[in-house]
């Protein structure tokens, strides 16, 4: 089956990348965004029937690999 | 003294390290990322560039190769592990090293010599270095340091903020921090000050002719201590 999980920076946490698609957005006439977060969009095909244990397994992929967890939340959809 | 370079797909600076290490006396060993283990070593070095192309986190996928639990076994029994600028953020990823490094802050790739300020020299990687300030080179897109604020008030009370960016006289203020690093921190140790990770090149300073020497007092200073 496959489980999609998204990784996002914690709030507080610096992203300057995000900063710099908000100012071309403003740019680009798109006055009125005023912040943007950019983050990570994982589609992973596990081979394994049972949704509970294949998210389980994908819940320990984002902490030991996916994810920095200083840094970074992640969320399995 | 028996050193050994682990060389990742990406590395660049390995053969960069594997010149200044021989040149200072190291009897150097190149070591592959997908090998299991490391010969005997006094010291363990993981070299800068892009290791892996910098997927995911830049050192990320470093950090789980195969190699990395010998490095992780020596370093745990206190053996000497440098990591330089990818080297640092391999460490940071294995979780050798807390906290981790960020894109710069303006988001530009920074390439230049700096100077930094040796915070500790209570540890073999600066022990009888008699500067203060170091002139190194930089070259970094991610050498941002961050951590929670509890980490980063653990770091300092344990002395393990190992250099930091500064001027030439050793001020090290936010005028003078190049990427936004936390503290101007621009290398720290593990608690045992065994680990070192730090973002300057001292690999790239040891050649009055090409750069400079600064580089050459803190390979000197390390086949001395070690």
Redesign the interface.
């Known amino acids: 089956m496959k489980v999609k999980v998204i990784v996002t920076l914690k709030n507080g ?2 992203d ?2 995000g900063k ?1 698609i908000q100012q071309t957005l403003n740019g680009m006439a798109f006055n009125n965004v005023s912040e943007v977060r950019q983050g990570k969009y994982f589609d992973i095909e596990v081979n394994e029937s049972d949704e509970g244990k294949a998210k389980f397994q994908v819940e320990e992929m984002c902490k ?3 994810a ?1 967890l ?2 970074e939340d992640y969320n399995i959809l | 003294m028996k050193s050994s370079v682990i060389i990742f797909p990406g590395s660049n600076c390995d053969r960069d390290m594997d010149v200044a290490l021989k040149k200072f006396g190291f009897q150097n060993q190149m070591i592959w990322h997908n090998d299991i283990k490391i010969p005997k070593s006094d010291l363990i070095v993981l070299p800068g560039g892009f290791s892996y192309g910098d997927y ?2 830049c050192g ?1 996928i470093a950090g ?1 190769s195969k190699i990395i639990k010998s490095v992780i076994d020596f370093a745990n029994s206190g053996g000497l592990v440098l990591g330089i600028c990818n080297g640092f953020q391999i460490l ?2 294995t979780g050798l090293l807390p ?2 490094l ?6 530009n790739f920074i390439c230049k010599n700096v100077f930094v300020k040796i915070k500790n020299k209570e540890n073999k990687y600066f022990k009888k270095i008699k500067k203060e300030v170091l002139e190194l080179h930089i070259a970094h897109n991610e050498g ?1 340091y ?3 604020k509890d ?1 980063l008030k653990s770091i300092e009370d344990n002395g393990q903020i190992a250099v930091t960016y500064c001027d030439h006289e050793g001020n090290d203020d936010e005028k003078n921090n190049p990427n ?1 690093a936390l503290k101007n921190i621009a290398g720290i140790f593990n608690k045992d000050k065994n680990i070192l990770g730090m973002m300057p090149h001292p690999e790239r300073m040891i050649d009055p002719f090409l750069s400079g020497e600064d580089g050459s007092l803190f390979f000197e200073n390390l086949i001395e201590s070690l």
């Open positions: 946490v610096l300057p990348q710099a030991k690999l996916l920095n200083v840094i | 995911l986190r990320s789980k940071t990823e906290g981790i960020l894109q710069n802050k303006y988001l941002n961050f951590c929670s980490e936004g």
